[in-house]
């Protein structure tokens, strides 16, 4: 059987995801914060409601940069790499964007829609490359993805496809 899509689901929620990976003590980014009208995230701060994202992000003990996406959904759509916030200016400094009002971008994150629904946000902190792979591709975070079958005899990997991030880009998904 190939691509068995029982288990898409743990790969398109995020939530679901870190939560599997941290329980394996597989390294991965700490997650800051969830928006989410009623689901949690271990380890990060709930945010309920849209002005708690706000006030959130004013927050002068929220540390930046942070990179920022919805819960749902693949093909870096929606995600953000926050660079600062002007408190009082009242705006969010995205890379590679002029800044925007924090209301602009908390109404822009609140109503990201995945896939099927909207299904929360995430902020966590942002990664940085090894030395050797900075030299090589930039501040992004390129991606290595294995296709691998099993069948009777085992695990087989058939193919590897590396994702390389390019100049100012910080997702390895652009157009």
Not at 15 to 29: E, F, K, N, S, W
Not at 74 to 100: H, M, N, W, Y
Not at 137 to 162: A, F, M, Q, Y
């Amino acid at each position: 059987k190939t691509c068995d899509r029982e288990w898409w689901a743990i790969s398109n929620d995020k939530i679901v995801a870190h939560t599997l990976l941290l329980g394996a003590g597989a390294p991965i980014p700490n997650m800051r914060a969830i928006y989410h009208p009623f689901r949690a995230c271990p380890g990060a701060r709930t945010l309920r409601t849209v002005g708690e994202v706000g006030d959130w992000l004013r927050d002068p003990a929220t540390a930046f940069p942070i990179f920022a996406k919805p819960v749902s959904g693949v093909r870096s759509l929606g995600q953000a790499f926050i660079e600062g916030v002007d408190v009082a200016a009242d705006t969010v400094q995205l890379k590679g964007e002029e800044p925007i009002s924090i209301n602009a971008f908390v109404e822009r994150v609140t109503s990201v829609q995945g896939t099927s629904s909207f299904d929360g946000y995430l902020f966590q902190d942002v990664l940085r490359p090894h030395p050797e792979m900075l030299a090589l591709c930039g501040t992004g975070i390129s991606t290595v993805r294995v296709i691998v079958l099993i069948d009777e005899d085992g695990p087989k990997i058939t193919n590897t496809i590396w994702k390389i991030v390019t100049g100012d880009h910080f997702a390895d998904n652009f157009w």
